[in-house]
């Protein structure tokens, strides 16, 4: 925080006393200019500013400007940066209690997610950030992950038996792949293309517009829509930074977040469409796999594994959430 707020916020400059500068803020998000999520920022940036009069100003720096994922999450945490837009996944290694959101074939489609993530458990969620040092303030889309290959289709299970499958460095993604029955094959995401065309992967996993910004619809022109996964997003702020603001300020930040979420998805949602069509327009082979129940049975066994009795009870709760 640039700035200290002066007398908690929101009162009458006297007659004749100069207005008191902006409290400028930093808000830290690894994608490029442009992506939806950034756009979301933006838009949660200008509300703060307009609600606030001008006293709010937030600062949005995309492209891993002031650092990758992991070293702004710390940041944030120890009030080096005000606010940052990042995954759960990474976020679940300072708060693993995440991991019940993002677990495989939890939702059942989009429509399920919001109404999980926007209603009561997702509330409780965004409150548990507030004991790792972190205040979570909403949520944006990232859609939902499947699988691409280079070789063949995706239609099954079976097919993807001893296939390398590009993931990341999490535990989590790591059991997805192996109880699929492929291996699991941990790489930086800049290395993908380059591990696609020389066969030294078979395959990876990503989402629509990854997959079509990335060029890896070049070197693997199989896309098999399976959707194992959906991650949400998280709009969070250091506890240190808002501890300094008033609690009419702090509910101000919070409500300008979440009312820039609409924004966020519907642009989430044009940019998914966009990428699509590209990758449909350059040939490339698209299965949509219409029966997931085969792949939700073989990785069930995660919800065990990686999740302790608090997280399963949670799975359960999202599960029943119609």
């Given at each position: 925080?640039?700035?200290?707020?002066?007398?908690?916020?929101?009162?009458?400059?006297?007659?004749?006393?100069?207005?008191?500068?902006?409290?400028?803020?930093?808000?830290?998000?690894?994608?490029?200019?442009?992506?939806?999520?950034?756009?979301?920022?933006?838009?949660?940036?200008?509300l703060?500013?307009?609600?606030?009069?001008?006293r709010?100003?937030?600062?949005?720096?995309?492209?891993?400007?002031?650092?990758?994922e992991?070293?702004?999450?710390?940041?944030?945490?120890?009030?080096?940066?005000?606010?940052?837009r990042?995954?759960?996944s990474?976020?679940?290694?300072?708060?693993?209690?995440?991991?019940?959101?993002?677990?495989?074939?939890?939702y059942?489609?989009?429509?399920?997610?919001?109404?999980?993530?926007?209603?009561?458990?997702?509330?409780?969620?965004?409150d548990?950030?507030?004991?790792?040092?972190?205040?979570?303030?909403?949520?944006?889309?990232?859609?939902?992950?499947?699988?691409?290959?280079?070789?063949?289709?995706?239609?099954?299970?079976?097919?993807l038996?001893?296939?390398?499958i590009?993931?990341?460095?999490s535990?989590?993604?790591?059991?997805?792949?192996?109880?699929?029955?492929?291996?699991?094959?941990?790489?930086a995401?800049?290395?993908?293309?380059?591990?696609?065309?020389?066969?030294?992967?078979?395959?990876?996993?990503?989402?629509?517009?990854?997959?079509?910004?990335?060029?890896?619809?070049?070197?693997?022109?199989?896309?098999?829509?399976?959707?194992?996964?959906?991650?949400?997003?998280?709009?969070?702020?250091?506890?240190?930074?808002m501890?300094?603001?008033?609690?009419?300020?702090?509910f101000?930040?919070?409500?300008?977040?979440?009312?820039?979420?609409?924004?966020?998805?519907?642009?989430?949602?044009?940019?998914?469409?966009?990428?699509?069509?590209?990758?449909?327009?350059?040939?490339?082979?698209?299965?949509?796999?219409?029966?997931?129940?085969?792949?939700?049975?073989?990785?069930?066994?995660?919800?065990?594994?990686?999740?302790?009795a608090?997280?399963?009870?949670?799975t359960?709760?999202?599960?029943a959430?119609?």
């Open positions: 925080m640039a700035l200290a707020l002066a007398g908690g916020g929101g009162e009458d400059i006297s007659a004749g006393a100069a207005a008191p500068p902006p409290v400028v803020l930093r808000l830290a998000d690894n994608q490029p200019e442009g992506y939806p999520t950034v756009l979301g920022d933006r838009e949660f940036a200008r703060a500013e307009e609600r606030s009069g001008g709010l100003r937030i600062q949005v720096y995309p492209h891993e400007q002031l650092g990758d992991k070293s702004v999450i710390e940041q944030v945490q120890f009030g080096g940066i005000d606010f940052t990042v995954s759960i990474p976020l679940a290694s300072f708060n693993p209690l995440l991991n019940a959101l993002q677990m495989p074939y939890l059942t489609d989009a429509q399920h997610m919001w109404k999980v993530l926007n209603g009561e458990i997702g509330e409780y969620f965004l548990s950030m507030e004991r790792k040092g972190f205040i979570g303030l909403g949520y944006y889309d990232s859609g939902a992950r499947s699988f691409y290959t280079s070789k063949k289709p995706i239609r099954s299970a079976a097919d038996r001893g296939m390398k590009r993931v990341q460095e535990p989590l993604m790591m059991g997805l792949v192996s109880a699929l029955g492929a291996v699991p094959t941990p790489m995401y800049g290395d993908v293309y380059r591990a696609l065309q020389t066969n030294a992967i078979d395959g990876a996993e990503n989402n629509w517009p990854s997959y079509e910004s990335s060029r890896h619809y070049e070197v693997a022109g199989y896309f098999s829509i399976n959707e194992h996964t959906r991650v949400p997003e998280m709009l969070i702020a250091s506890k240190i930074s501890d300094k603001f008033s609690a009419r300020d702090q101000l930040i919070k409500q300008a977040a979440k009312d820039s979420q609409p924004l966020q998805i519907q642009a989430w949602a044009d940019y998914e469409k966009q990428s699509e069509t590209k990758v449909r327009e350059a040939g490339c082979v698209i299965t949509q796999i219409r029966n997931k129940t085969e792949f939700a049975q073989a990785v069930h066994s995660l919800y065990a594994s990686h999740l302790d608090e997280g399963r009870l949670w359960e709760k999202i599960a959430v119609k």
